[in-house]
């Protein structure tokens, strides 16, 4: 079984930076990758940023340039650090791990980025 555990998203100006992170925990998996997807109100989920193991990066165009995902094997941990934000990138973003037998979701965490 593995769980995984989300921190780090709260209340923001605009401009201003957050940083999530994603702890895998449990035992005896094999991560392919990680990321992050989020969903705004009435809109469908929608990938924002995912690393693999091996350190290769992908992003939504929506957030290049703003946004990077790291991750720390040894901890099985991925972090989102998102500078320059804008309103539009409010949203509960939820932390996916992408495992042989399949893909675990975090619970979620909301990011509003609000004056």
Not at 13 to 42: D, E, K, T, V
Not at 44 to 67: C, H, M, P, W
Request: net charge neutral; aromatic share 10%; glycine share 14%.
């Amino acid at each position: 079984q593995v769980q995984l555990v989300e921190s780090g998203g709260g209340l923001v100006q605009p401009g201003g930076s957050l940083r999530l992170s994603c702890a895998a925990a449990g035992s005896g998996f094999s991560i392919h990758n990680m990321g992050w997807y989020r969903q705004a109100p009435g809109n469908q989920r929608e990938l924002v940023a995912t690393i693999t193991r091996g350190g290769s990066t992908n992003y939504a165009d929506s957030v290049k340039d703003r946004f990077t995902i790291s991750g720390d094997n040894a901890k099985n941990t991925v972090y989102l650090q998102m500078n320059s934000l804008k309103p539009e990138d409010t949203a509960v973003y939820y932390c996916y791990l992408h495992v042989i037998t399949g893909v675990y979701w975090g619970q979620g965490t909301q990011v509003t980025v609000s004056s």
